[in-house]
């Protein structure tokens, strides 16, 4: 004879602790990412000509660069040849 228990739960409570497990890795990974993004976001100069109406944000690591033309801004990137 077949007897089905209908009241039981089919989600087992015992699995509990490894889900709480896994969402708080989750959530550590995504904190860590976002705070990333933040930082590397914030690292920009911004450069702004008020007399053309021009504003570029360029990585605060770059460096202005001589130049014989007349330009509005040149930047380089020190890490490049």
Known sequence: MIQSNQGDPL??????PKDVGVAIVVLAALALGLALRFQ?????KQFENTDVGFR???PASWSFADSLQD???????????
Request: no cysteine; net charge neutral; glycine share 4%.
């Open 56 to 58: 570029m944000s360029y």
């Open 40 to 44: 590397v976001e914030g690292r920009v």
């Open 11 to 16: 989600y087992q409570v015992r699995m509990l």
């Open 71 to 81: 330009v509005l801004l040149k930047v380089e990137n020190p890490s490049t040849d």
